[in-house]
């Protein structure tokens, strides 16, 4: 199964991108986890002095990931003279990840990455937590709120990256500008970006332990911000947005657990998938699950990346055509007898009482609703839906 990705002339072999992280730390760490068969690997990221995480950084919560980390604790110097080197020995793309403090220092960073190797620019937009915990470490130092509403300032960064480097540079951009999402990428676009990723992380955000009262992240308020599976469906639908309005590589980040989530991506219209917090809760080998379950699916289904890619898209097309757009009036499912195992997860479920488990599902036509919540809860796929058809 051919998985391979081009991006402005570079070919990556397959299209899962592990996104930056602590599986970006340093050289070594890319060049190992580089062994588990992603298609490219993004640095932490790199800025122009290196920044100790506050502790502690990590936290599960249900059906996500918080974190507090900073950038790169090693500082661009090392990065540029030792750590990229060190990294193209894995024989992937090495994505820098760079956060200048204005227009100039980041172009000065990427032409300084492109001279020490890297393959790929990645300019990130905003991390929730940063300026908290910044100003805590640098008394004295000051860092406004960020512009959620004028990309203005992207626009500059970009323009002035895309002037000094030849390389393809990815926008990385926030979930918090999911209100405007098109703004921004209009403005990475018209600066001269080849690619965006949606999205980083959300936040900030806080989680408290019940047995101290302390909050789980460190820093002065333990705020920190969200990733992995509660971010997927806000990120899942910024991928829709994009590739309905422009026609430009997009990287759909963010909630990637399984090929699962993969494909749903792609049908959304991203061409390449970005994961993070999958390789920090189960190793790196996710990534290779990742990938080999999604040319698992594309085997089985008899179809392509291309043939997937954007099929969403299409999908919501056939609606606006057959008249689908608003179906208000209620279809009850249908119960397939031969898969139900009456396991009743449905019966509960059922907020209208229109559900009995006995032998199997029965389903009361009168009392539906056609909500098709049981359709979803069902684990054996055994309540068919009606709609879309």
Known sequence: M??????????????????????????ETIAKVA?????????????????????PCYATMRGGFMNCVMGAVIGADQWFSREIAIAKNGGVPVIANLA???????????????????????????????????EAQFP???????????PEPLYQTVKAVRQAVSLPIIVKLS???HHATLDWVKAGIDAGMDAVEVADTLGPVMA???????????????????SGGALKPLTLRMVFEIAQAYDIPVIGSGGIESWRDAVEYFMAGASMIGACTAGHLRGPAAYRSIVDGLAKYLESHHTTLAEIKGLTLRRVEERKTKGWQEITQPIPPTVIVEKCTACKLCQPACIYEAIKVEETAVI?????????????ICPQRAIESPYYK
């Open 2 to 27: 051919d998985l391979t990705v081009q991006l402005k002339g570079l070919t990556l072999k397959n299209p899962l991108i592990v996104t930056a992280g602590e599986h970006g730390r340093d050289g």
């Open 35 to 55: 062994g588990f068969g992603p298609g490219a690997i993004t640095t932490k990221t790199i800025a122009g002095m290196a920044v100790p995480d506050p502790r």
């Open 100 to 134: 200048g403090t204005n227009p100039a220092e980041a172009a000065d960073l990427a032409r300084r990455a492109e001279e020490a190797g890297a393959d790929i620019i990645e300019l990130p937009t905003h991390c929730p937590h940063f300026a908290e915990n910044l």
């Open 140 to 150: 004295g130092l000051q860092l406004p709120p960020p512009e959620i509403y004028d």
């Open 175 to 177: 979930a918090i500008y």
């Open 208 to 226: 408290i332990n019940i047995e101290t009262g302390q909050p789980k992240m460190g820093g002065p308020r333990g705020f920190g911000a969200i």
């Open 364 to 376: 009361d036509p009168v009392k539906c609703y056609g909500c098709n919540l049981c359709v979803d």
